[in-house]
């Protein structure tokens, strides 16, 4: 069993559509969890980082992690179509870790 | 955000021959960079993680005198592939630990095809 799992999709929704991003972890050692996005071909960017369970909002994206289920999630509202990327889950044990552990990645697009 | 870049964006040698990739941090000092490896369509797996004048520590399974990492300053570090062969292909990406904020900022990536 992989310690993060994300659905790798693809996943396509029209333009405006809520989008709900998942991964499932198994380590209940991780306390910081982070989601990047990355398109072609380029590296990840970070999008969203919370510590322990909880929301957080960013604009459009708002992380949700429920540390007992082991289980976080990123909502994208108002999809639009320059969201279309792939979307990695990442956790560490501590601030500054020395490791990441990613998810799959999910490829979403966005059409207009 | 803090930027890295990588040197080059992409590069194809024939089998045998070693290949240098450079990742420079330009507008921070990262006291620890990261070497991850990607296959298509999925995720990146960490290959090792150096500190600057120290040598790299290798995640298992990863071959030290093969992938060679030198971190020489705290704005460079370089991952060389020697005697590359064709399953060495793949897209390398390194990353930087921003001294005092605790996130990793990614460089853009190396596509290496080997022939």
């Known amino acids: 069993q992989k310690e993060v799992e994300q659905d790798p999709g693809p996943l396509s929704v029209p333009e405006g559509a809520i989008v709900s991003l998942n991964c499932t972890y198994s380590?209940?050692?991780?306390?910081?969890f982070m989601w990047y996005r990355q398109y072609s071909r380029k590296g990840p960017e970070l999008l969203m980082y919370t510590y322990s369970s909880g929301n957080k909002e960013d604009g459009r994206f708002t992380a949700q992690v429920d540390k007992s289920s082991k289980y976080i999630s990123l909502f994208i509202r108002d999809s639009q179509p320059s969201d279309s990327a792939t979307y990695l889950c990442a956790m560490s044990w501590y601030q500054g870790a020395q490791k990441l552990v990613f998810g799959q990645g999910t490829r979403l697009t966005i059409n207009p | 955000g803090a930027v890295v870049s990588q040197h080059p964006s992409r590069v194809i040698c024939k089998s045998g021959t070693s290949v240098k990739i450079e990742c420079r941090s330009l507008?921070?000092?990262?006291?620890?960079m990261f070497w991850y490896r990607q296959f298509p369509k999925q995720s990146l797996m960490l290959m090792a993680t150096s500190n600057e004048g120290s040598k790299a520590t290798y995640e298992q399974g990863v071959e030290k005198d093969k992938f060679l990492i030198n971190h020489a300053s705290l704005t460079l570090s370089t991952l060389t592939v020697t005697s590359a062969h064709p399953e060495d292909s793949s897209f390398y990406i390194c990353s930087g630990l921003n001294r005092g904020l605790y996130e990793q900022y990614f460089g853009p990536g190396t596509r290496l095809t080997v022939t």
């Open positions: 507008d921070f000092q990262a006291t620890t």
């Open positions: 380590n209940s050692a991780f306390q910081y």
